[in-house]
């Protein structure tokens, strides 16, 4: 591990919008934290984004919308360490990190469904032969099931056309209820929201660069209607 990692790797353990997870059982998903809403300022609806890197975007809702509380998730430390101490220098108490793997979602949140779910411009993984590893695979909408109140909203944003073509064929196979898709979000005159309105660095240089934005709105059924 680098010097620069390492020490970000040792500081994060200490920050009070950290929750810092190790696996205890891999075969079960389970991991050492269990999930508890105290751990916001307020009692608010609770919104994830799934991979959220370092934070930006979710960073950018919470101040967008303080009756609201976000939690960003992702396995990177050197990445959530960057989100996490911008939102404290800015004194946000409606935003939180958990430093976790997705598949292991459902055991830490078990009995705290989430309201809404961002996925911000994910890894299309376009080398792989089957796409079980994109983040809108059937396996990980099954998944997102099982975190999310029923009719909960989804949201993919991304700059790639194979995972954009990917996931619509994946959300119609697993029965989602897609609101809404545009393979050109900012040319589009529908009022959507944060969608338009966040941008992250990696976004706006896409964007700089001639990259057209996809965009997808979703919801899934519920597992029993799977």
Same mark, same amino acid.
């Given at each position: ?16 919008n ?6 205890? $059982? ?10 508890s809403?105290?751990v ?12 959220? #890197?370092? #934070?930006?975007?979710?960073? $950018? ?7 609201? /509380?976000y939690? *960003?998730?992702?396995?990177?430390a050197d990445?959530?360490?960057? *989100? ?6 800015? *004194?946000?108490t ?16 078990? #009995?705290?469904?989430i ?9 299309? %993984? ?5 796409g ?16 999310? /109140?029923?009719g ?5 944003? !991304? ?5 954009y ?9 697993? #029965?989602?209820?897609?609101?809404f898709?545009?393979? $050109?979000?900012?040319?589009t005159?529908?009022?959507?929201g ?5 941008q !992250?660095? %990696?976004?706006?240089? %896409?964007?700089?660069? *001639?990259?057209?934005i996809? %965009?997808?709105?979703? !919801? ?7």
């Amino acid at each position: 591990m680098a010097k620069k990692k390492r020490i970000r790797y040792e500081e994060i353990h200490a920050f009070p919008n950290v929750i810092f997870t190790e696996i205890v $059982d891999a075969d079960s998903r389970k991991v050492n934290r269990s999930w508890s809403e105290n751990v916001f300022e307020k009692e608010q609806e609770t919104v994830v984004e799934i991979g959220c #890197g370092r #934070g930006e975007y979710c960073i $950018d809702l919470a101040r967008r919308n303080p009756h609201k /509380n976000y939690l *960003g998730v992702d396995i990177k430390a050197d990445r959530l360490y960057i *989100g996490a101490k911008k939102a404290m220098e800015e *004194g946000l108490t409606n935003v939180m990190f958990v430093r976790i793997r997705v598949e292991f979602l459902p055991t830490f949140l078990e #009995g705290h469904p989430i309201s809404e779910a961002w996925i911000t411009f994910p890894d299309p %993984y376009n080398r792989t032969i089957n796409g079980r590893k994109r983040l809108t695979a059937p396996r990980f909408l099954d998944l997102y099931r099982k975190i999310l /109140n029923r009719g909960a909203s989804l949201h993919l944003k !991304t700059d790639d056309p194979t995972l954009y073509e990917f996931s619509l064929e994946s959300l119609n196979q697993s #029965g989602a209820d897609i609101r809404f898709h545009t393979f $050109d979000l900012y040319s589009t005159s529908e009022d959507l929201g944060d969608a338009k309105a966040v941008q !992250t660095t %990696y976004e706006k240089r %896409y964007i700089k660069e *001639g990259r057209l934005i996809k %965009y997808i709105h979703f !919801t899934l059924p519920a597992p029993s209607e799977n």
